[in-house]
């Protein structure tokens, strides 16, 4: 069975300042990963997704994550945030060996600050 | 592109009436449609997966004779909640997939219930 864990339920941060959001999970086939953002009330948007190939994927909104595959890490990055990146953050995780059915993660809540 | 509708956006019902929920995928064929609850400060649970054309799967714990299930087309399933209570109050959300995107589901804005 595939799970995901979100180590950080709240990350308080001052605006322009930067922040990583950690994402581990545990699955024993090749994953697919994804980043999704929820502003209150709302649905789910894409962030970035990893598929295949470079490790390394940009997003939108300026966000970044690296798939490490030894350390099953998908760590949320971005290099300085803005008010308006205030929302709750889901790492998730999807495979072949699970039906292509996503797993989320707890989620993490981003407080930017003044 | 990969964009998914639903329908109401927000509802109020009294206890012990049925709500309908549509979930269309507006510019693709969805082939497979999932339904997602999301109860306030919490993470999406995944409900059940429907096929077009076949019954739905469901979760285990859920309710398959509460939260009726219907996808009849390829750009529209249908979640139902019937005889309502106030804790089958929460945020709904759907999902949909296509063949040429079999590795990642595009998601509905959400359907917020309040059952009175």
């Known amino acids: 069975a595939q799970s995901v864990t979100q180590l950080d339920s709240q990350v308080p941060v001052f605006e322009e300042a930067p922040v990583e959001l950690r994402c581990n999970y545990s699955?024993?086939?090749?994953?697919?990963l994804f980043w999704y953002v929820q502003y209150p009330n709302q649905g789910l948007q894409l962030l970035l997704k990893?598929?295949?190939?470079?490790?390394l994927v940009k997003g939108i909104n300026g966000f970044e994550a690296e798939f490490n595959k030894s350390q099953t890490s998908f760590h949320l990055r971005k290099p300085s945030v803005h008010i308006s990146d205030t929302a709750e953050y889901f790492c998730?995780?999807?495979?072949?060996?699970?039906?292509?059915?996503?797993?989320f993660g707890g989620g993490t809540r981003v407080l930017v600050k003044p | 592109g990969a964009v998914v509708s639903q329908h109401p956006s927000w509802v109020i019902c009294k206890s012990g009436t049925s709500v309908k929920i549509e979930c269309r995928s507006l510019?693709?064929?969805?082939?497979?449609m999932f339904w997602y609850r999301q109860f306030p400060k919490q993470s999406l649970m995944l409900m059940a997966t429907?096929?077009?054309?076949?019954?739905?799967?469901?979760e285990q714990g859920v309710e398959k004779d509460k939260f009726l299930i219907n996808h009849a087309s390829l750009t529209l399933s249908t979640l139902t909640v019937t005889s309502a209570h106030p804790e089958d109050s929460s945020f709904y959300i759907c999902?949909?997939?296509?063949?040429?995107?079999?590795?990642?589901?595009?998601f509905g804005p959400g359907t917020r219930l309040t059952v009175l």
């Open positions: 999902s949909a997939r296509d063949w040429a995107h079999s590795n990642e589901q595009f």
């Open positions: 699955s024993s086939v090749s994953v697919y």
């Open positions: 990893y598929l295949s190939g470079s490790t």
């Open positions: 998730a995780v999807n495979s072949k060996a699970a039906g292509n059915k996503l797993t």
């Open positions: 510019d693709f064929q969805a082939t497979t």
């Open positions: 429907s096929n077009e054309g076949s019954k739905a799967t469901y």
